[in-house]
């Protein structure tokens, strides 16, 4: 039962352009987010994260937006630069729950 | 380097053989996960343990598969009889709790390939 889904395997995107990635999920009892980012033959590198009780957060290039009525989040990068070129993760968990559940993942290119 | 490690980085096997897998987390986390991750596919939660203690095992994890974390600090992933399905990237999580929730710090995995 995939309770986080990211419907979009790809996106590419000009360099300098913003890259918008989004997430879906079905579990109301959800109420942390986080976004990872993985290079390939690496392990997953923590990006950003959002509380239930806030919509946006922001850290330098990178910010979240989370919608509860919808259970929607996003990420959005800008601007986008050849680094961010990765495979990006949503995942989320509960407040009882330490583990986290992830999404299928989105594989960023950004074209020079 | 202070992050989370993982021996081996890749491991070859042959159908049938049994392979063990070490993680050595961040030294101040007292929470340690292991994830599989296949093509195309998000990490999935296996078990995750709270010092010494396996507090939940997924039901992914079959008979074959077991993990400890003596002492509450590395741990070890064995899988017996290993079979084709077996391959995958196994990876090691340590957290801590944030302000916010609980942050995962993945180690570089070890990439299993069983034929």
């Known amino acids: 039962d995939q309770q986080v889904k990211q419907n979009s395997p790809s996106l590419s995107v000009q360099e300098g352009r913003i890259s918008i990635l989004n997430c879906d999920y079905t579990n109301s009892m959800f109420d942390y987010f986080l976004w990872y980012k993985k290079y390939p033959a690496e392990g997953p590198t923590f990006l950003i994260s959002i509380s239930s009780i806030k919509d946006k957060n922001e850290d330098g290039r990178f910010t979240v937006f989370l919608n509860k009525s919808a259970k929607h989040l996003s990420l959005h990068i800008v601007p986008s630069q050849p680094g961010d070129s990765a495979v990006y993760f949503c995942a989320a968990s509960t407040l009882t729950d330490y583990k986290l559940s992830f999404g299928a993942g989105t594989t960023v290119t950004v074209r020079a | 380097d202070t992050g989370v490690s993982q021996n081996p980085r890749h491991k070859i096997t042959k159908r049938g053989q049994n392979v063990t897998f070490r993680c050595d987390p961040i030294s101040e986390h007292n929470r340690l996960y292991w994830y599989r991750q296949t093509l195309g596919q998000g990490p999935e939660f296996l078990t995750y343990f709270q010092n010494e203690a396996q507090l939940e095992k997924s039901r992914l994890l079959s008979d074959r598969f077991s993990a400890e974390r003596p002492k509450g600090s590395f741990s070890t992933l064995e899988i017996q009889r290993t079979e084709q399905g077996d391959s995958a990237m196994y990876l090691c999580?340590?957290?801590?709790?944030?302000?916010?929730?609980?942050?995962?710090?993945f180690g570089s995995g070890t990439q299993l390939s069983v034929l």
């Open positions: 999580a340590s957290s801590v709790t944030g302000t916010m929730g609980e942050k995962l710090f």
